[in-house]
C-alpha cells in the first residue's frame, strides 16, 4: 500500500530549481534509501515529506504530495504541528536537548498534548525499549542526554521521535557521525522499526543503502533518475549515470 506519492513534484530556492518533476511512490512499513552525490536534492526531497522546506525563506513548490491519499501541499495539512507528529524526522547528527534523558523522550508528548502526565512512565520505557537503551538507561532517567555517547544520543533521538507514534521516520545521513561498530547497530534498529513505521532515510553511504534498504531512489541534480528495489537498482540498474554513480565512476 502507497504511503507517500509525490506526482511532478517541483521546489525553488529562490530562483534554483533544486527539484525536478519528481514523481514516486513509496509503499508503507519499508525501508527507502535516497541516494546521489552531495548538492543532489536527497535532503531537500526528504524534508519535502514534513515541510520543513517551508522554514527556508524563498522556498517555492509546485506539484502534488500524498501521505495516506492526503495532499500535504495545497492546504489539505495547514496543521504542520500535526503533519510533523505522524512524519517524523532524525537528523545527520544527534540533537538531544539538554534536558535529562527523561524529558527528552517525552518532549513531544507534551508539545502535542498526546498522553496524560501519568502515562509517561511507560511510554518512556517502552520507547526506550523499541531502541534498545531502556536496560542502559532505566537507571540514568534524570541524567543530562548531553552526557551520553553518540551512538547513544541517536537512539535517544530516534526515541523522542517514536514515541509520538508517527507512521513515518525520515532519517537525514542518521550514522554520518558515527563509527561502523555503532552505524551498524543503527542499521539493525532501522530493521526493527520497519515492522511498524515507514523510514526514508538519506545516505551517501552505498553499502548502508543496499544492507538497509528495500527500496532505493537515485538523484542527480535535482533529478529522481531510477527507483526501484534496492537488489535491482545495485545489481542492475536501467540507467548508466546510475550505474557509473553506484560503481564509483561518478559522484
Request: net charge positive; glycine share 6%; proline share 3%.
Amino acid at each position: 500500500m502507497s504511503k507517500i506519492i509525490a506526482k511532478d513534484l517541483n521546489l525553488w530556492y529562490g530562483a534554483f530549481h533544486a527539484l525536478k518533476h519528481i514523481h514516486l511512490d513509496f509503499d508503507e512499513r519499508r525501508i527507502t534509501a535516497i541516494i546521489g552525490p552531495s548538492g543532489c536534492g536527497k535532503s531537500t526531497l526528504l524534508r519535502v515529506f514534513n515541510r520543513m522546506n517551508d522554514l527556508v525563506e524563498g522556498v517555492r513548490m509546485k506539484g502534488e504530495v500524498l501521505i495516506d491519499d492526503k495532499s500535504i501541499l495545497d492546504g489539505g495539512f495547514n496543521d504542520l504541528v500535526k503533519l510533523r507528529k505522524k512524519v517524523g524526522m532524525v537528523f545527520q547528527r544527534p540533537n538531544p536537548f539538554p534536558l535529562s534523558v527523561y524529558e527528552n523522550v517525552i518532549f513531544g508528548l507534551k508539545v502535542h498534548h498526546l498522553a496524560k502526565k501519568n502515562d509517561f512512565d511507560a511510554i518512556v520505557q517502552e520507547s526506550l525499549e523499541s531502541v534498545l537503551l531502556w536496560n542502559d538507561l532505566k537507571d540514568k532517567l534524570r541524567k543530562n542526554a548531553l552526557g551520553l555517547s553518540l551512538e547513544q544520543k541517536q537512539r535517544l533521538c530516534i526515541a523522542r521521535t517514536i514515541a509520538v507514534k508517527p507512521d513515518i521516520v525520515l532519517m537525514d545521513e542518521p550514522c554520518s557521525a558515527l563509527d561502523p561498530q555503532a552505524t551498524l547497530k543503527i542499521e539493525e534498529l532501522m530493521q526493527r522499526l520497519k515492522k511498524e513505521y515507514t523510514i526514508v532515510i538519506v545516505t551517501h553511504n552505498m553499502q548502508q543503502a543496499a544492507r538497509v534498504s528495500d527500496d532505493t531512489g537515485f538523484m542527480l541534480l535535482g533529478e529522481l533518475i531510477e527507483f526501484g528495489k534496492t537488489v535491482e537498482i545495485f545489481t542492475a540498474p536501467k540507467d548508466k549515470r546510475t550505474e557509473d554513480y553506484i560503481t564509483g565512476r561518478y559522484g
